[in-house]
């Protein structure tokens, strides 16, 4: 019996994609042949080796309108030349050559949903760059034969808006063993993308009148002028920036950590709906941390109550919040505990159950 092939498309570089890492081990360990497609840019590191194949394209354009089309095009006649029999597309960035290659090929077509693309901040603003990516959303979303995204807060606005239904596969770490330590420095950590809508200018005015080190692990739009913020305040010697490191360097560094950061402006939908990775990777880390009071964190809270919740932005709220977590040992106890709970349910071991089943249902 032939192995089936399954074809996964991003826009990032791989490296440093653990969502789409975990999900391409776990279908390579199922038995099937697996190939993730994503991009090199111009300082990308060498391609980590991983259990399935992986594939990077060189583009000319590394950001705006023109990396998009080239990417597209780039990735229609990659996938046009190769044998698979479910494409995996993520992200609207990447769903319309996967479905036009699937029709082309009478193939399986899946979208994955990392978040709502037309809704970010950076895209939202743009009226025109905004109604040109909803356009796209609207045409994919009613042509593919499966969706799948990350938290039920998509899942109910894709049901709402086009009647479909997503299944929701949350983007949880892997349960690995917790070492406990004896005693931590107390650093607050924010790891992901610097960009816009993320609190982060907040965060370091906060930081201000908290007695710990930020640590900022990530790069993104905003990596120039949150160092300048942070030089204007004199903050160097209070707040550091990581760049991007590898997740196994990730790891132990939330481990190492005292408070993890998921702060975001409700004024964009992409974000209200959102379930971000951080937050799974702070809890499976046993550390509590700081979220926006958001639905599908709200939620989670109410199951295990692993985080202090925010009701809006405001500095103060923050540097409230933190010196709280910081200085109120009682109550950071008790988060800890929780989080040593909740990480016996919300892993990869267990979620990657809905993923298989998916896959099974549909072959």
Known sequence: MEVKRIIFTVTNDLNYDQRMIRICSTMRDTGYDVLLVGREKKNSKWLHQQNFKQHRMKLLFEKGKLFYIEYNLRLFFFLLTKRFDVVYGVD??????????????????????????????????????????LRVEKYATKRIQKGICVSQGLADYF??????????????????ELLEQEKKEKIILYQGTLNEGRGLEFLIKAIQTVNANLFLAGEGDLSEQ???????????????????????ELKQLTRDSYIGINLLEARSKNYYHSLANKFFDYTEAGIPSLNMKFPEYENLNKEFEVSMLLENLQVEKISNSLNNLLNNEQLYMRFKQNCLKAREEWNWEKEKEKLLKLFKEIH
Request: glycine letters at 2%; charged letters at 30%; hydrophobic letters at 40%.
């Open 92 to 133: 609207l960035d990447t769903i319309v050559p996967c479905l036009w290659i699937s029709k082309l090929k009478n193939k399986l077509c899946i979208y994955d949903a990392h978040e709502l693309f037309a809704e970010t901040p950076e895209v939202e603003r743009r009226p025109a760059i905004k109604n040109l990516w």
């Open 159 to 176: 049901k709402t808006k086009y009647g479909n239904d997503f299944s929701v596969v949350r983007n949880v770490p892997i349960k690995t």
């Open 226 to 248: 949150l160092r300048t913020l942070v030089s204007e305040l004199k903050l160097e010697s209070k707040v550091m920036f990581k760049g991007f490191i590898s997740p196994t």
